[in-house]
């Protein structure tokens, strides 16, 4: 084990050392690949019928990923304290976004979500904003968050009318999360249990009220009531067909590319929301535990990030987007798997969808950022020791004649023999 | 515990107290703050809490999942093949009631044709579609780029097949089994409906959902032994479609039992002008159903276009009412049977009789001084039957109300039954005057089938049967028979043949009931209705009429039920009729022939017994 003083002294400045969380990446990009492998498995056939084009999704969802891809790096390379200065520009940009989809937004599937036929949900990035905007207005509260007046009556208000907003698109499902996520960010900051209890009644109660009213959310807690009992008997059909796909893939899965349920008319929304039934039949329980195992792994890489972060907001900010992206895939698997009311959040890194990639890579580019402690710039010293890390080179080395097993046969004369 | 003097929302180390806050922006500044550890690592518990609920259920799913599933008994729901015919539901004489056909969806894909081919194929597809050529070449170029084009949504099995056959995927046929109600409207509360998914709801369609998909499949595209099961033949003889083994049911209810039960239902709706109705026709023999119609009903082919969902809902086993003076044969049946009375017992029957302050009257509010136990039921006496009840005593009164089957499913084979509503001595809700209420029907809620199979029991000697409208469940080669199933005696023999004598007299009193030449028992029932706000209201009424014939040697319980009738309110006119005019169709369909000539052909067995 080499010791590199320089590091040992920085770290014990800053009782830390922060450098990129390559494990974070590694992940991310095996999240990226897996779920790129899925949406052109679970799309072909739906795309094929529906568009005349096998690859329509997943042509897509390639270049929204590097699009992703190329705004994770650029978030990477800006100082996350940055964005505290930006919250609430950000944030009043944000609410512009989700009135005038609610003004000017098509409706699809029962509700007004997106801008230009189904490729902008600004709720997606108001996920990214509304966390930004929580992590520095906790950060500036500070030792005042413990008191109700000013600690919990304004977090309430503020939560309350972001949220509202997206309610009324109508978007549960994303509120709820939104929701979920602050009171995580509220508890970590250092919340009163009394606070937190009081938040989530309160939540609760407004989650009742909008059930009590709605009778689209109405149908579905019933339904999922109904579902918990007998999952094999439920009357929602896009539900039944995923517990059937599940079923179907058993321990070791039907094969990649070999779902039936995919086929369409099957399983509804088989590329974006219900992929996880698509990855449970084709690749059995190992596969759907591996996504579940991936994404427990970023939820502790996560919160390492959040634990290590230099300050105050690194903090609450790391924490924020490793909940809401931790939350929403479980989110996600718990409705495919009858665990929880049916609503339509997407895999996080697996659904096709434009603006959802884009949100969760930006997010996963700030946390990453926060990893390496802030500081502007790429450090390309970095990727030099990340893709050099075994000192070796990597040009070929024709000398060296590739694998020990071809060198052997080399030796042996077998090529020569094979030739013949 | 809030730290008021730190920089960090999270508490701090004593020694990095004096620490002046940093510029915002500095590399790798920070305010040094004491990391909230518990609180992120309760966060990151819970995410592993619901991670390992997610597991579990995947487990029971994935490894568990095919096991689960026959535990359950959906097997057959989880290995459903779209292109799988349900199977058919039949009559007792099988008749078909629900049957599978096809519909052949013709599609081209104009993307995939090239574009000199195009008026070939226009030519050769244009015959089987019933289009014209050049319509359907304009229709083929407008979609050029198409990568499908529905040309016939549901064509017939002689194109469909025809196209199959060619096997070219430019212009291709899918099969999709559609549901068919041969009979329309009959039976339909019975049969229920299978909705665009092939999901079936209410009724038999509900009930037998899993049974109905046909359980075994051969694969998809293969030329293979003919499906047999008794709706098969209404199938395409098709090498294209799936081979099955098929599940039918086979009802004991009777086609034209149940036509002329509606009929006559429908007829007596329209002239006593009531909201709706009941009929339930049970035979003696097995305690099976012959007919059980309600109104208003629905055309089960045409689900979607009802202007009231809750019409799908069967009154005969789902709607509760209060049964009225009908409810008297329980009172007295258990007055029989603990020997409190006997038909000529007599009684004092008074203008009011108060008990458990309230005050029980007659109908038309008059005593009729002494009478007899007979005359009381004949009369259908109030006052008299409430005294019996209190003479009975509350619990051997409502032990008989449970022996009769009253709050309790009766295990009909049907989607949604309910149980009715007892109030029992002891609970919250029960009051003295209950009792009282009870003896005549009021303040207790039965089903018409409850009601129906009660007076079933005192027709088979005291014994309650469950009723059943299954005859077979034909499963491949399997094939279940239902038999008869009697769940308790009730009351013993002695007593249900005083009881019906005294029924017969009370249905031989009633001028629209009484047929010449055939003794008929039954008891006739108007129940008023109780408004939430209003109590009970006179002028809303359900009349009922519930019997059987021929007296002594049952063949038919017959059940009828009138919900507010407007020209009269009094079940012995209304209802009473009604009943009348399905037992004399009964007398027509089966060649009864009266009393007298019946027991007088039958050999007298008694007199030539030494």
Do not use: C
């Not at chain 1, 899925?38 to 084009?53: D, L």
């Not at chain 1, 987007?321 to 929880?340: D, E, G, K, R, Y």
């Amino acid at each position: 084990m080499s010791i590199r003083p320089a590091r040992i002294a920085q770290a014990k400045e800053n009782g830390l050392n922060h450098s990129l969380d390559y494990p974070l990446l590694i992940l991310i990009a095996a999240l990226i690949g897996f779920g790129l492998i899925m949406v052109f498995s679970a799309s072909y056939a739906f795309a094929y019928v529906n568009t005349g084009n096998a690859l329509h999704f997943f042509l897509r969802q390639v270049i929204w990923t590097v699009l992703g891809v190329i705004a994770m790096l650029a978030a990477l390379s800006i100082d996350y304290r940055s964005w505290r200065a930006l919250a609430l520009p950000i944030m009043i940009f944000t609410i512009g976004l989700l009135v005038l989809v609610l003004i000017i937004g098509q409706v699809r599937f029962g509700a007004v979500r997106q801008f230009f036929e189904g490729s902008g949900q600004p709720s997606e990035f108001a996920k990214v904003s509304i966390i930004i905007y929580i992590a520095a207005w906790l950060t500036s509260r500070k030792q005042n968050l413990t008191q109700i007046s000013y600690g919990l009556a304004p977090f309430a208000v503020l939560l309350g009318l972001m949220v509202s907003l997206i309610v009324a698109q109508p978007d549960i499902s994303t509120s709820m999360l939104i929701t979920l996520t602050a009171v995580v960010m509220f508890f970590v900051a250092g919340a009163a249990w009394i606070q937190v209890g009081l938040t989530l009644l309160l939540a609760g109660l407004t989650f009742g009220v909008v059930i009590t009213f709605s009778a689209h959310a109405q149908e579905r807690i019933q339904i999922f009531l109904q579902t918990i009992v007998n999952p094999f008997n439920t009357t929602n059909f896009h539900l039944r067909e995923a517990i059937y796909a599940l079923v179907e893939g058993g321990v070791f899965g039907q094969g990649l590319a070999n779902s039936v349920h995919k086929q369409p008319p099957g399983l509804p929304a088989v590329h974006s929301d219900s992929i996880f039934a698509v990855v449970g039949e084709e690749l059995g329980l190992i596969g759907s535990l591996l996504v579940l195992a991936l994404f427990f792994f970023f939820a502790y890489r996560g919160m390492r990030v959040a634990l290590r972060a230099p300050d105050d907001f690194g903090t609450l900010l790391a924490l924020g987007i490793t909940t809401w992206l931790v939350s929403q895939a479980l989110i996600n698997i718990a409705v495919i798997t009858a665990t929880f009311p049916f609503t339509g959040l997407p895999l996080p890194f697996f659904s096709y969808g434009g603006s959802s990639t884009l949100a969760n890579l930006i997010g996963v580019g700030i946390l990453l950022n926060i990893s390496r402690g802030g500081g502007g710039g790429i450090d390309l010293s970095a990727y030099s020791r990340f893709w050099r890390r075994d000192g070796r080179t990597r040009l070929s080395d024709p000398d060296r004649g590739g694998s020990p097993a071809r060198r052997r046969r080399a030796a042996s004369g077998s090529y020569a023999r094979d030739r013949d | 515990m809030s730290n008021t003097q730190g920089n960090s929302i999270f508490r701090l180390r004593p020694e990095t107290l004096q620490t002046a806050t940093p510029p915002p922006l500095a590399p790798l500044a920070t305010d040094r703050g004491e990391k909230p550890y518990n609180r992120i690592l309760i966060v990151l518990i819970g995410f592993g809490l619901m991670g390992l609920v997610l597991v579990a259920q995947l487990v029971r799913y994935q490894a568990l999942g095919k096991r689960y599933q026959v535990l359950s008994g959906s097997a057959a729901a989880a290995t459903v093949d779209p292109l799988l015919p349900r199977g058919g539901i039949f009559d007792r004489n099988g008749n078909p009631l629900a049957l599978d056909s096809y519909a052949y969806e013709i599609k081209a894909a104009p993307k995939e044709i090239a574009e000199k081919d195009l008026p070939a194929v226009a030519r050769r597809v244009a015959p089987l579609v019933g289009k014209s050529e050049s319509a359907l070449l304009a229709e083929l170029e407008a979609h050029k780029t198409s990568p499908y084009l529905v040309l016939h949504a549901g064509a017939g099995p002689e194109v469909g097949e025809e196209i199959l056959s060619w096997g070219v995927y430019t212009v291709t046929s899918t099969p999709k089994p559609v549901r068919y109600y041969p009979e329309g409207y009959l039976f339909a509360h019975g049969l229920g409906f299978v909705n665009r998914e092939r999901v079936g709801f209410y009724g038999l369609e509900g009930r037998f959902d899993g049974f109905l998909r046909a359980s075994t499949t051969t694969t998809r595209w293969q030329a293979a032994p003919q499906p047999h099961g008794a709706a098969a033949a209404a199938l395409p003889d098709s090498p294209f479609l799936p081979t099955f083994v098929q599940q039918d049911l086979i009802l004991t209810i009777d086609r034209v039992i149940q036509h002329m039960a509606e009929e006559t239902l429908r007829a007596a709706i329209a002239e006593y002008k009531a909201e709706g109705g009941t009929v339930i026709i049970l035979s003696a023999a097995d305690h099976s159903l012959l007919a059980m119609a309600s109104a208003p009903d629905f055309n089960p082919n045409d689900y979607g276009n009802v202007a009231d969902i809750e019409v799908f809902v069967n009154p005969a086993i789902s709607k509760l009412y209060e049964p009225g003076s009908v409810f008297k044969l329980v009172t007295f049946a258990a007055a029989l049977e603990h020997g409190v009375i006997t038909p000529q017992s007599t009684f004092l029957d008074e203008d009011e009789f108060v008990y458990g302050e309230r005050v029980i009257q007659n109908w038309d509010k008059k005593g009729r001084g002494e009478v007899t136990a007979t005359e009381a039921l004949v009369q259908s006496l109030n006052v008299t039957t409430a005294k019996i009840a209190v003479e009975v005593g509350r619990d051997a009164f409502y032990k008989m109300v449970r022996r009769f089957g009253f709050g309790q499913i009766t295990g009909v084979e049907l989607f949604g039954e309910a149980p009715g509503i007892v109030k029992m001595p002891g609970k919250g809700s029960w009051y003295p005057a209950d009792l009282a209420m009870n003896s005549f029907g009021q303040g207790i809620s039965v089903t018409p089938l409850q009601m129906a199979n009660a007076v079933a029991a005192i027709a088979a000697d005291g014994v309650l049967y469950r009723p059943h409208l299954l005859h077979q469940m034909i499963d491949g080669e399997k094939v279940t028979t239902v038999e008869p199933q009697p769940i308790s005696r009730a009351i013993s023999a002695e007593t249900a043949a005083t009881l019906t004598a005294m029924m017969v007299e009370a249905a031989a009193n009633t001028p629209t009931v009484a047929l010449p030449g055939y003794a008929i028992a039954g008891k006739s029932g108007t129940a008023q209705i109780p408004l939430p706000d209003q109590g009970y209201v006179d002028d809303l009424t359900i009349t009922s009429f519930a019997g059987f014939f021929p007296a002594d040697d049952p063949q038919f319980v017959i059940l009828v039920k009138l919900v507010r009738p407007q020209n009269s309110r009094w079940a012995t006119w209304n209802a009473g009729a009604l009943f009348q005019t399905i037992v004399r169709h009964l007398i027509q369909l089966h060649s009864i022939p009266p009393d007298a000539i019946r027991l007088g052909l039958q050999p007298d067995t008694e007199s030539e017994t030494p």
